[in-house]
């Protein structure tokens, strides 16, 4: 072994089994892995981020911007804007207002608390959409309500734009020349403005109802609808608007365009995410392996390297689990979706997810989307197909708006409304619990390794905890062991129990810096349990070229996954003897020849054995027996048989008994002639192992007549009788 470089010094990491007796071979370790944002997001993250590729690390800090009063009759925050001097600009629902905060200092400037109701005072069911930037840097506010309008806030507010056809306005952008767009509603209208924001014209009136939302690059803008969820391509030049992007949503929420001429569309749908229950996080999910970009390259920091030891990947498995049930067929949409579309037209899903999409916004070769349902903010980064739940509030239900501002990121949220400013900076302090990890039985836990990375002054510190109930909040869990600091594989101090759970505590002292892990790898082993024969079936065979055959079949499951070898016997019912049939039988089947036995009531044994995965101290079996059932081979016989001639007509009458099995058939024929007639019993059911017929046979001729009759029972065990009659 040797450093990858000079900078890394790596632990290699031994022992990954528990320690077992040289007796038990076949009790092996069982090794748990958690590599996977899927994996991870089953457990509960503080301060902590978990990304698509399985890793852990700590989350940026926040804070909460307080607003004291400003806040109280708002009910969403619609849209944030920050300017170059600093000031953070918040667009709210339903009066109408503007807040912007300064140092930390908030203040309503749009409109002015003057106590006149005419200023917006008081509930005036406006809304903020969209803010914006003029030439000079003053703010261009969209008032959105029973009519829409564009006001220019300098020295005092003054409305620059009214139509009669628009009452929203979604979405305000401004192009290299400093000319103003609007992107409205309720009749999907776009606007040019001056840069003095006069001569107001329309330069395209859309088929759908609203505009959503507008971004500009290289003389194009681009503009997101509702109703169809279309992206639009207008050249500022005044070319032929086109379609850019048809999507399978029906909101375009946000556009986005990067350096290259990529344009990144939010497409949602909140009828969809209403009619759908949320699933495990799509989002989360990643092809294996990675891209080859810059940020697959390693990190040169001086850092400590944890490595999990390498296994076999066919030992990795988990306990046996009921055969699943065949998924439900998948629905061919999601509420949400990131849309690539490059310049050439060629679009590609960067992300889909299960929620609303409300704002998005662009930094760090990173893209930051605000959802609702649950609060959360991911980050996408398309060029290493890499996503994380960079944050999730656990109070509002909302991020819906998005802005970065001096290096950190302001979220608005709503259900209730809040402003949190996400830190560049991490948190000293985050913690991982896992989700319980099955060992389908009482298992004993051995170890847990990390695969991590960590820089000077960082720790990791683990504690687990043990029970035998599928719920980490009931009582009877163990209490958490000691925290120990992970340098290496390190026991799981818990009891023996069929789950179990880790915690992980990441801390750092540096703002800058943070662990990272990778995965996580927990042992534990099952002692040997007996197999089970869980069913038992014998059927005499259908293959009419099988006479006489039994079919055998059986299941049989071992929990510790052993090889298992299996021993019929058989005995006739009333006797206490077993009699040796096959052994060493590797396949859960086999045919009898029933012909090899007398006739009689039967049942067979089955017994798995584990001694090939075992030593003869561990070996166990286990056994079952069948249901009791018939081997007859012997047809049935005729009794009390009489025959009684009345003119032309014989009257045969007769009984048949079998042994063991139901009368199943009888049939005459006369004269040798090829049409068998069926016969009833008297009763009219074949039923019983013994019944009764009369055959009345008319219109014979006068001259001596054969009468051959064919009696079988259930399982067509098959005699023929003969009687001749002389009719005068």
Not at 68 to 93: E, H, P, Y
Not at 179 to 186: A, R, V
Not at 363 to 377: E, P, Q, V
Not at 541 to 567: V, W
Request: with cysteine; net charge negative; charged share 20%.
């Amino acid at each position: 072994m040797q450093n990858r470089t000079t900078a890394h010094r790596t632990l290699w990491v031994l022992g990954l089994w528990v320690a077992l007796t040289a007796a038990a071979p076949a009790i092996t370790s069982v090794i748990t892995r958690h590599n996977s944002g899927p994996d991870l997001l089953k457990g509960d993250a503080d301060n902590i981020v978990i990304d698509s590729t399985g890793t852990l690390r700590l989350a940026r800090r926040t804070t909460h911007i307080d607003c004291g009063d400003l806040l109280t009759d708002v009910w969403t925050v619609n849209c944030l804007l920050a300017d170059a001097r600093g000031a953070l600009f918040v667009g709210t629902s339903p009066n109408g207002a503007v807040i912007r905060i300064l140092n930390d200092k908030a203040m309503q400037v749009y409109p002015a608390l003057r106590g006149d109701a005419s200023v917006g005072d008081g509930f005036t069911n406006e809304h903020i959409f969209a803010l914006g930037l003029d030439v000079a840097d003053r703010l261009l506010i969209g008032v959105s309500g029973e009519k829409g309008k564009l006001i220019r806030l300098g020295g005092e507010a003054e409305t620059v734009f009214e139509h009669d056809r628009v009452q929203y306005i979604f979405a305000i952008a401004r192009d290299a020349d400093n000319n103003i767009y609007l992107g409205t509603g309720p009749e999907g209208l776009i606007f040019q403005l001056d840069p003095f924001c006069q001569n107001a014209k329309i330069i395209y009136d859309a088929r759908d109802k609203n505009i959503l939302s507008l971004t500009i690059h290289d003389d194009i803008l681009y503009a997101g609808a509702d109703q169809r969820g279309l992206v639009y391509k207008l050249p500022l030049d005044g070319s032929q608007v086109t379609v850019l992007y048809d999507s399978e949503q029906t909101e375009i929420t946000s556009l986005l365009t990067d350096e290259a001429g990529n344009v990144y569309a939010a497409a949602t749908s909140a009828q969809i995410a209403a009619a759908q229950l949320r699933a495990a996080s799509a989002a989360m999910t990643r092809a294996p392996g990675r891209p080859d970009s810059a940020a697959s390259n390693p990190s040169s920091t001086n850092a400590t390297t944890l490595n999990t030891a390498n296994t076999d990947d066919a030992k990795e498995e988990q306990p046996p689990r009921p055969t699943p049930t065949p998924p439900p067929t998948p629905t061919p949409r999601t509420a949400g979706q990131i849309y690539k579309i490059t310049p050439e037209g060629f679009v590609t899903t960067v992300f889909s997810e299960m929620a609303v999409f409300y704002a998005m916004t662009q930094s760090d070769d990173a893209i930051w989307l605000g959802t609702g349902g649950n609060g959360r903010l991911y980050t996408v980064d398309a060029d290493a197909d890499n996503k994380s739940i960079a944050y999730e509030d656990t109070l509002s239900s909302q991020i819906t708006a998005l802005t970065h501002l001096n290096g950190a990121l302001y979220l608005g949220l709503s259900n209730p409304v809040r402003l949190i400013r996400l830190e560049k900076g991490y948190e000293r302090r985050g913690v991982y619990q896992s989700p319980l990890i099955d060992a389908g039985q009482p298992a004993r836990w051995g170890k847990i390794q990390l695969e991590a990375d960590l820089p000077a002054g960082t720790s990791i510190m683990m504690a687990s905890r043990s029970g035998n109930v599928n719920d980490p909040n009931d009582p009877t869990f163990s209490p958490w062991s000691n925290e120990t600091t992970l340098t290496g594989a390190t026991d799981l101090d818990s009891p023996v129990g069929r789950f179990v759970q880790y915690r992980l505590t990441l801390t750092t002292p540096d703002a800058e810096t943070t662990p990272v892990v990778r995965e996580s790898a927990v042992s534990h082993v099952v002692p040997n349990l007996a197999p089970q024969v869980t069913s038992v079936r014998t059927a005499r065979s259908r293959d009419k070229n099988k006479p006489g055959i039994i079919e055998i079949t059986f299941t049989a499951q071992d929990d510790n996954r052993d090889e298992l070898i299996f021993t019929i016997e058989f005995r006739q019912v009333g006797r206490s003897r077993w009699t040796l049939l096959k052994n060493d039988l590797t396949q859960p089947r086999f045919e009898w020849d029933g012909r090899t036995v007398e006739d009689g009531r039967y049942e067979v044994r089955i017994t798995a054995d584990d001694r090939k995965s075992n030593s003869p101290n561990t070996a166990l079996t286990g056994s079952r027996i069948s249901d009791p059932f018939v081997i007859d081979n012997t047809p049935p016989v005729t009794e009390n048989d009489k025959t009684e001639i009345q003119g032309n007509s014989v009257i045969l009458r007769l009984s048949v008994r079998d042994a063991l099995t139901v009368v199943g058939k009888v049939t005459y024929t006369v004269n040798s002639n090829e049409q068998w007639v069926s016969v009833q019993p008297d009763d009219g059911v074949y039923d019983t192992t013994l019944e009764a017929f009369t055959i009345r046979i008319d219109d014979l001729k006068s001259d001596s007549n054969v009468i051959a009759v064919s009696v079988a029972d259930d399982v067509s065990n098959t005699q023929y009788k003969t009687y001749e009659v002389e009719i005068p």
